[in-house]
């Protein structure tokens, strides 16, 4: 269980927890018991989507456009 951040470097070494993929993101889920979980580029957007509907923005679209853009 991973309770530090991984580091770019090793960030790449791991596969996204979902899909197997190789990771770029992290995250961490209070439920979960805070455990930094690697995830890829596609499978994090689509989390930051899901959050940002769950939520209830109004401008899901206008946010994911400027995150997809930064990266």
């Keep these: 269980m991973r309770r530090k951040p991984y ?6 070494r791991k ?4 899909c197997s993929r190789r990771a770029s993101s992290q995250w961490q ?3 979960d018991g805070c455990v930094y979980r690697p995830v890829c580029e596609d499978c994090d957007l689509q ?4 959050v940002l509907e769950w939520a209830g923005f109004p401008d899901v679209e206008e ?5 997809e853009a930064s990266r």
């Design 47 to 50: 989390l930051n989507r899901l």
């Design 15 to 18: 596969a996204c927890v979902r």
């Design 63 to 67: 946010k994911m456009a400027a995150y």
């Design 29 to 31: 889920i209070c439920a």
């Design 7 to 12: 580091t770019a470097i090793g960030l790449k």
